[in-house]
């Protein structure tokens, strides 16, 4: 018999690590554009809608750190590692924060972009699961983790290229159609979420060894090696966390300080 993390070993580094690496790495490039969208397009609507100092502090709050967001964060990560839905958490940010961001190049008014830039703001919360799933599944490759440190590449590539993008979007077709554009690699990443399979060691946590055993043959597969010989063996069960160990007596300030802190 054998565990996923001796699989794992055994398997090695190869193209389906890149190939996670490359994907989970974009939500990075996908967050960023989000996030430094307000920062190019906060001077056009200041002059659109005539809009006061706090006024346009206020939608850089609602979009970047208001902290029911941070809850939304919160709630998404644990839905993703204590329930059934996995990954399916993860898509749901995307599309959640995709849809809102499309709806926020419509907004007609002030109030309206400050309402929908806060739901964008939910949605792109939830991205940061994918930043730890492409840690998680990684780091479980021994040989893999000098590809830790590049993560961070993907966030100023995505910084850069929404910076790139307004300097000749925003003085030509206007700010709306720079929102437009900066949605589309949450939109791609929609698409090419079907690659990447439910993580082994999920799977195996949540009792669906057979899962688990197919993500594994198909990751040796696309790296060109053989599994190892014998059974996948399901580790001891053990009790799973819940959302409301969050808010549990023992944990609850703790919890508190985190939500109000990010």
């Known amino acids: 018999t054998f565990t996923v993390e001796e699989a794992v070993e055994a398997i090695g580094f190869g193209r389906f690590h890149i190939m996670l690496f490359l994907i989970m790495g974009s939500t990075g490039v996908a967050e960023a554009m989000e996030i430094m969208l307000i920062a190019v397009v906060s001077p056009l609507i200041r002059c659109e809608w005539q809009l006061r100092d706090w006024q346009l502090a206020l939608v850089t709050t609602v979009s970047d750190s208001c902290s029911p967001q941070m809850v939304i964060h919160h709630v998404i990560i644990v839905m993703g590692t204590t329930t059934g839905f996995g990954r399916h958490i993860l898509l749901l940010s995307f599309l959640w924060a995709a849809y809102f961001s499309l709806l926020t ?68 077709i206007g700010w709306r159609w720079l929102i437009r554009i900066a949605s589309i690699p949450g939109i791609l990443l929609i698409l090419v979420f079907k690659f990447i399979p439910e993580s082994a060691r999920y799977n195996v946590s949540t009792g669906n060894t057979a899962a688990a055993l197919a993500t594994l043959q198909r990751i040796a597969r696309m790296n060109g090696v053989a599994m190892p010989e014998g059974q996948l063996r399901e580790p001891a069960k053990e009790r799973r966390g819940r959302f409301k160990d969050l808010i549990h007596p023992k944990y609850l300030r703790t919890t508190l300080q985190i939500w109000i802190i990010w």
């Open 105 to 172: 190049s419509f907004a007609p008014s002030y109030i309206w972009f400050v309402f929908l830039r806060a739901m964008v703001g939910g949605g792109v919360s939830g991205h940061a699961q994918g930043r730890e799933e492409n840690k998680q599944i990684i780091a479980m490759s021994s040989c893999s983790k000098p590809f830790l440190s590049l993560g961070k590449v993907f966030w100023l590539a995505g910084s850069l290229l929404i910076i790139s993008l307004a300097s000749v979007v925003n003085p030509t």
